[in-house]
């Protein structure tokens, strides 16, 4: 396909949007529970919804089917999609205008926990039918436990080398967006083969999205400042190299926080930043790989699209500098 005909694929998913917003606010929006039915209005009904809300439509269409069969699918997942964001931003507490800055850790908690059961509640209101309903619920609850242990390692400090900072990014970012994509591809046909090409890819964007996420913390961000250990840190921990030993002498003091510059310096001098750019590319192929036989051309376009957004700005990142 062209990249006209991309574009206007992408387009006619984005019209569907205001359905979702709409379904959300029929469907969504507690009475019991007014400060969370206004947050979830803020944040999902009086503006625009974020790129996320594509990805059950495009996923129902590369199967085949109509988008329109998952928009309360793509309600679902933004509802979750939200609490999953509010419970990171509490436990992290890294990101300055988090519900819980607003609110309170303990309120925060319990919105991120009201969601999760919101969304299910929403689930069971959907016009769908017995089976297709009982296959989303299995789904949901499969990735969100498998989400829950891989928050559980980040917070325990499981992630110590490569190997570990996989097995926790799979189980996190991978399995949120391996739902997003399944539960779509789940309104859209029965063909298991065609549910778990876009499941698989699901997971591959995740991992995408996480990779960029901490290529951008480290130079473009404040992770060094804060002592976050992501794949860039780990990456010059666990290979062979010249300033290995002094890095690891750093993170042994715990004075990553207050070397930030020279942990960048030395990144650098190993060219970290190709190689996140590298790992990234090999799991854009294999994304985009799991979808050649899924027959909606449409959808497959706009995943595609989906994944190439990303990279639109690779070279740029390769020589940003920090911020200040």
């Given at each position: 396909?062209?990249?006209?005909?991309?574009?206007?694929?992408?387009?006619?998913?984005?019209?569907?949007?205001?359905?979702?917003?709409?379904?959300?606010?029929?469907?969504?929006?507690?009475?019991?529970?007014?400060?969370?039915?206004?947050?979830?209005?803020?944040?999902?009904?009086?503006?625009?919804?974020?790129?996320?809300?594509?990805?059950?439509?495009?996923?129902?269409?590369?199967?085949?089917?109509?988008?329109?069969?998952?928009?309360?699918?793509?309600?679902?997942?933004?509802?979750?999609?939200?609490?999953?964001?509010?419970?990171?931003?509490?436990?992290?507490?890294?990101?300055?205008?988090?519900?819980?800055?607003?609110?309170?850790?303990?309120?925060a908690f319990n919105y991120s926990a009201s969601?999760?059961?919101?969304?299910?509640?929403?689930?069971?209101?959907?016009?769908?039918?017995?089976?297709?309903?009982?296959?989303?619920?299995?789904?949901?609850?499969?990735?969100?436990?498998?989400?829950?242990?891989?928050?559980?390692?980040?917070?325990?400090?499981?992630?110590?080398?490569?190997?570990?900072?996989?097995?926790?990014?799979?189980?996190?970012?991978?399995?949120?967006?391996?739902?997003?994509?399944?539960?779509?591809a789940l309104c859209g046909t029965g063909q298991?083969?065609?549910?778990?090409?876009?499941?698989?890819?699901?997971?591959?964007?995740?991992?995408?999205?996480?990779?960029?996420?901490?290529?951008?913390?480290?130079?473009?961000?404040?992770?060094?400042?804060?002592?976050?250990?992501?794949?860039?840190?780990?990456?010059?921990?666990?290979?062979?190299?010249?300033?290995?030993?002094?890095?690891?002498?750093?993170?042994?003091?715990?004075?990553?926080?207050?070397?930030?510059?020279?942990?960048?310096?030395?990144?650098?001098?190993?060219?970290?930043?190709?190689?996140?750019?590298?790992?990234?590319?090999?799991?854009?192929?294999?994304?985009?790989a799991k979808l050649q036989d899924c027959p909606?051309?449409?959808?497959?376009?706009?995943?595609?699209?989906?994944?190439?957004?990303?990279?639109?700005?690779?070279?740029?990142?390769?020589?940003?500098?920090?911020?200040?």
């Amino acid at each position: 396909m062209s990249e006209a005909t991309d574009l206007a694929a992408l387009a006619s998913f984005r019209q569907l949007l205001p359905f979702i917003q709409q379904y959300l606010e029929q469907q969504a929006l507690p009475a019991a529970y007014p400060g969370l039915a206004s947050w979830i209005r803020r944040f999902l009904i009086d503006k625009p919804l974020g790129p996320t809300a594509v990805l059950p439509l495009a996923s129902c269409a590369a199967v085949g089917g109509d988008p329109r069969q998952a928009i309360a699918a793509s309600a679902v997942c933004e509802l979750l999609h939200l609490g999953v964001r509010a419970l990171d931003d509490l436990q992290d507490q890294d990101a300055p205008r988090g519900l819980w800055t607003e609110i309170g850790p303990a309120r925060a908690f319990n919105y991120s926990a009201s969601l999760y059961v919101l969304a299910h509640y929403v689930l069971t209101h959907a016009n769908f039918p017995a089976r297709l309903r009982q296959n989303i619920q299995r789904a949901m609850s499969e990735e969100v436990m498998q989400l829950a242990a891989g928050q559980e390692r980040d917070l325990t400090h499981q992630t110590e080398t490569i190997e570990d900072y996989w097995q926790t990014i799979a189980a996190k970012n991978g399995r949120l967006f391996s739902l997003v994509c399944w539960l779509g591809a789940l309104c859209g046909t029965g063909q298991q083969r065609y549910i778990d090409a876009c499941r698989q890819y699901g997971f591959h964007l995740g991992i995408i999205l996480q990779l960029f996420d901490d290529f951008e913390g480290t130079w473009a961000a404040n992770d060094l400042e804060m002592g976050r250990i992501t794949l860039p840190v780990l990456y010059g921990l666990n290979i062979d190299h010249p300033r290995r030993d002094e890095l690891q002498a750093l993170k042994q003091a715990g004075q990553i926080h207050t070397n930030a510059d020279l942990v960048r310096t030395i990144l650098d001098q190993i060219e970290t930043r190709s190689f996140i750019i590298w790992v990234a590319l090999q799991e854009r192929d294999r994304a985009l790989a799991k979808l050649q036989d899924c027959p909606g051309a449409a959808g497959v376009a706009t995943l595609t699209s989906y994944v190439d957004v990303i990279f639109a700005d690779a070279e740029q990142l390769l020589t940003t500098k920090p911020s200040a």
